[in-house]
């Protein structure tokens, strides 16, 4: 997996990719938070708007990263197989759990990175579309009353 983040810029609020670190001064007083560009530039980023990348991408090909809210469509389906060896006899089938339809910010949590409490990994690529990130637009994360 590409090791990857991205920060919103401090001075111009855009987007940027790269390597994260954070310039400490002398006294060990954190500075900066820095993204380290594949332009060869280094520019001192939102510490709030930092987030890595998954190693997954969405149907439409673009990387998921940490803060993004994505939409997910995925059916259950799960293999069971019985029977006995001795015999000779094996059974599989195919169990239907019904489908989700599920949208919320992908979060690091429990050492994976998460869609609410559904593990992104459990999804493919096809069944995951990036909608926004809750740093462009905060108010799709919002609780309504």
Same mark, same amino acid.
């Given at each position: 997996?590409?090791?990857?983040?991205? %920060?919103?810029?401090?001075?111009?609020?855009?987007?940027?990719?790269?390597?994260?670190?954070?310039?400490?001064?002398?006294?060990?007083?954190?500075?900066?938070?820095?993204?380290?560009?594949?332009?060869?530039?280094?520019?001192? *980023?939102?510490?709030?708007?930092? %987030?890595?990348?998954?190693?997954? /991408?969405?149907?439409? %090909? $673009?990387?998921?990263? /940490?803060?993004?809210?994505?939409? *997910? /469509?995925?059916?259950?389906?799960?293999?069971?197989?019985?029977?006995?060896?001795?015999?000779?006899?094996?059974? *599989?089938?195919?169990?239907?759990?019904?489908?989700?339809?599920?949208?919320?910010?992908?979060?690091?949590?429990?050492?994976?990175?998460?869609?609410?409490?559904?593990?992104?990994?459990?999804?493919?690529?096809?069944?995951?579309?990036?909608?926004?990130?809750?740093?462009? $637009?905060?108010?799709?994360?919002?609780?309504?009353?």
């Amino acid at each position: 997996m590409e090791i990857l983040f991205r %920060g919103k810029r401090i001075d111009t609020g855009e987007w940027v990719y790269g390597d994260f670190y954070r310039k400490c001064g002398i006294t060990g007083l954190v500075l900066d938070y820095m993204i380290s560009a594949r332009d060869g530039m280094a520019y001192p *980023v939102i510490p709030e708007t930092v %987030g890595q990348y998954t190693g997954h /991408d969405d149907k439409n %090909g $673009n990387r998921i990263f /940490d803060g993004d809210v994505v939409a *997910v /469509d995925h059916d259950f389906i799960e293999t069971h197989s019985r029977g006995n060896v001795e015999d000779g006899t094996l059974e *599989v089938f195919n169990e239907y759990y019904g489908g989700i339809h599920e949208i919320g910010e992908v979060k690091f949590e429990r050492a994976a990175f998460v869609v609410q409490e559904w593990d992104l990994g459990i999804f493919e690529d096809s069944e995951i579309e990036v909608i926004e990130n809750i740093h462009d $637009n905060p108010e799709l994360m919002e609780v309504k009353e």
